[in-house]
């Protein structure tokens, strides 16, 4: 939604996630993804004077809207991605957290501006950068890769099953010497290589989350926020992940799993067992009020796990 100059964004699974979040009121907590500051505002809320908070957003547009909106001295945010969350809270002074939360993927202001090139329903530069300063972006991508790479990235990352016809579409079209370089003319070589699609889903919808993921490097990105996380974490501290698609919730999942594992060393049997560092509190999907409320809760799944032990 577009209203008044700013781009507006429904925050999925607030209370939820609050509630799951937050252990004590003066503890130390981490937003990783601020987005437009629907659950750092929240948390701020329950906060007592002597809590803080610490955000993280790549997009320098969700940080200038954090520092424009929140005047409070609890409250800082960095402008990097999560996966940077060790040396920036280090070089605060800050050695564990009481929270981590993360809500992954695209905010609504991402999507419904234009100008970002995150969305098939505008014809716009085809760039998708959620920092616009940092690397490179979806069509110089394009431009340069070779088809079995843009092959690979639209099927892993895109759960894309024509993936192929449409990497040869997309190098065709660039040796003709007219590449792809907005997002209207990425949808129109996918119609075409696409046969067949789900009813009600526009046949661009896996690339364009390929591609997204490949240039935002989300995967990677969330693996090691995962890692410094459970790092960061104080025994009790709790990690709530909102997921919007499989791809993250596998790795979540499989993190958590992981974590909650007491460990043997094979090559010293004698060795006293590695202890799990998480315990998995549940799994949350939204309520179907939220669900008719904001339609793009549907695919939301939210995992929630407490630190155990000592911190790492």
């Known amino acids: 939604m577009h209203s008044g100059g ?3 964004h429904t925050t999925v699974l607030l209370a939820e996630a609050i509630e799951s979040l937050l252990t004590t009121p003066d503890g130390v907590y981490v937003d990783g993804t601020f987005g437009r500051g629907g659950h750092s505002r929240a948390l701020l ?3 007592s004077p002597r809590g803080r908070l610490i955000a993280f957003d790549r997009d320098p547009e969700a940080v200038a809207a954090a520092r424009s909106t929140i005047a409070d001295a609890r409250f800082a945010i960095e402008h990097a991605p999560f996966s940077e969350l060790k ?7 800050v050695p564990a957290i009481d929270g981590l939360l993360l809500d992954l993927g695209v905010s609504s202001p991402q999507i419904d501006n234009p100008a970002r090139g995150f969305s098939f329903r505008h014809d716009a530069p085809l760039d998708m950068r ?9 069509a110089d991508f394009l431009a340069r890769a070779e088809e079995r790479h843009i092959a690979e990235v639209i099927r892993e990352h895109g759960e894309e099953r024509f993936a192929v016809p449409i990497a040869k579409a997309l190098v065709a079209r660039r040796e003709s010497g007219n590449p792809v370089r907005t997002t209207g003319q990425l949808s129109e070589v996918v119609a075409r290589a696409v046969k067949t699609r789900e009813p009600g889903q526009d046949p661009a919808t896996r690339t364009f989350q390929g591609l997204r993921i490949h240039v935002n490097a989300e995967l990677e990105e969330l693996e090691q926020g995962l890692k410094s996380g459970v790092e960061l974490l104080k025994p009790t501290g709790r990690l709530v992940v909102i997921s919007f698609h499989s791809l993250e919730d596998r790795i979540v999942k499989t993190f958590i799993a992981r974590e ?3 460990e043997v060393d094979r090559r010293a049997p004698f060795a006293p067992e590695k202890p799990h ?7 949350v999907k939204p309520s ?18 407490e630190r155990t032990g000592a911190p790492a």
Not at 130 to 138: L, Q
């Open 6 to 8: 700013e781009w507006q």
């Open 87 to 93: 040396q920036r809270l280090a070089a605060r002074g």
């Open 288 to 305: 179907e009020a939220e669900v008719r409320a904001n339609p793009r809760a549907r695919s939301a799944v939210m995992r929630v796990a």
């Open 277 to 283: 560092r998480l315990k998995a509190l549940g799994r």
């Open 260 to 262: 909650s594992r007491s």
């Open 45 to 47: 809320a329950r906060l």
């Open 130 to 138: 959620m920092d616009p300063t940092r690397g490179e972006s979806a």
